[in-house]
């Protein structure tokens, strides 16, 4: 949740509730898959879970990616965005 806040610049928030149902959409849908805690981890909380993107996951983020890449020059080409976007 803090690392959401924080990539966002406070701009999104998740709660609990939001954090943990979209966990398990994303589990269910094979997006992501849970993984061996890293060796740096020292946590001793047997709750902690770590995620990682799938195969499938990383493919849906890349195309993602490469719609609004697209939607990107679009607006460019059009002069429709303005200041650090441009």
Not at 26 to 54: H, K, W
């Amino acid at each position: 949740m803090r690392e959401v806040a924080d990539q966002t610049e406070g701009r999104v928030r998740l709660g609990p509730a939001t954090l943990y149902g979209s966990i398990q959409t994303l589990l269910e849908a094979g997006l992501i898959e849970e993984v061996d805690a890293p060796a740096y981890d020292d946590s001793e909380d047997e709750r902690r879970r770590y995620y990682q993107l799938s195969a499938a996951g990383c493919k849906m983020a890349r195309d993602e990616a490469e719609r609004l890449a697209g939607l990107l020059r679009v607006a460019r080409a059009k002069n429709i965005l303005r200041g650090e976007h441009v």
